[in-house]
């Protein structure tokens, strides 16, 4: 079954965002650059929005909560660059998980949750994908990903760790799978940091679809969305990207 939807809506709802921060050792350099950018991508947010801070490694720690005091989020993400207290290894899945958790709390229908992680990708992944994929679900949230070029000190352990331990790989998260399902974006790090406030922009401005509730007690639903004919027409090579499934409270 086919359901138009009943109303499109484009930058009218205020955002809660989760910055969600690696701080595993091969970071530093890469966090510090688009931490240099912070003041200017913070002003692609508007009054009401809020956003917290929470940084990882293989243990997850929230910096900042969920406020609309933007500088003082830009002073705990200055403070942790300041700080140097990077290194560990990298659980991904964890951090994303209790990231949701959070905006699944603070859940308001008149407010959009999404969650933006800055890592290199590389890392086990601690909680479920599954279980992650669910609660992003529940939470109504996208994420989204800046993901850095791994060091090749890191890269030559990943592909060791494929040769001898080729079990390794099932504990192996994809920040990138996540991202997808849940309609996110991913953008690769290009040394700019730039970076932080074209993709806070991007996330910002994205359309919301709203249906009409659906008559089946089913919770779980899948949806695509696709560009009309004239659509195609006017943008040819334009691609719409969508959640493929939510869940119905």
């Not at 009401?48 to 003082?72: C, E, K, Q, T, V």
């Not at 601690?126 to 994929?133: A, F, I």
Request: no cysteine; aromatic share 6%; glycine share 6%.
């Amino acid at each position: 079954m086919s359901l138009t939807p009943s109303q499109i809506a484009r930058d009218e709802l205020p955002l809660d965002l989760v910055l969600v921060i690696d701080t595993s050792g091969s970071m530093f350099s890469n966090i510090s650059r688009i931490a240099g950018g912070a003041h200017a991508a913070l002003s692609a947010l508007r009054p009401g929005d809020r956003i917290a801070l929470l940084s990882f490694n293989h243990r997850s720690r929230w910096r900042h909560p969920l406020s609309a005091d933007f500088s003082s989020v830009e002073a705990a993400l200055n403070a942790l660059v300041r700080k140097k207290n990077f290194g560990g290894g990298t659980t991904l899945n964890t951090p994303i998980h209790r990231a949701a958790q959070q905006l699944r709390s603070a859940a308001s229908p008149a407010r959009r949750r999404a969650i933006l992680i800055l890592t290199d990708g590389v890392g086990e992944k601690g909680t479920r994908s599954n279980t992650v994929l669910k609660q992003l679900w529940e939470a109504d949230t996208t994420l989204n990903a800046i993901l850095m070029r791994p060091s090749r000190t890191l890269r030559g352990i990943q592909i060791a760790n494929r040769i001898l331990k080729p079990y390794s790989v099932v504990l192996d998260a994809s920040v990138e799978d996540l991202a997808q399902k849940t309609s996110g974006e991913v953008m690769r790090f290009d040394d700019s940091p730039r970076i932080l406030a074209e993709m806070l922009t991007r996330i910002r401005s994205r359309y919301t679809l709203y249906y009409p509730p659906p008559d089946s007690p089913a919770k779980e639903r899948k949806v695509s969305a696709t560009l009309s004919p004239s659509g195609k027409a006017r943008f040819p090579g334009a691609t719409a990207h969508g959640r493929r499934q939510y869940l119905v409270p």
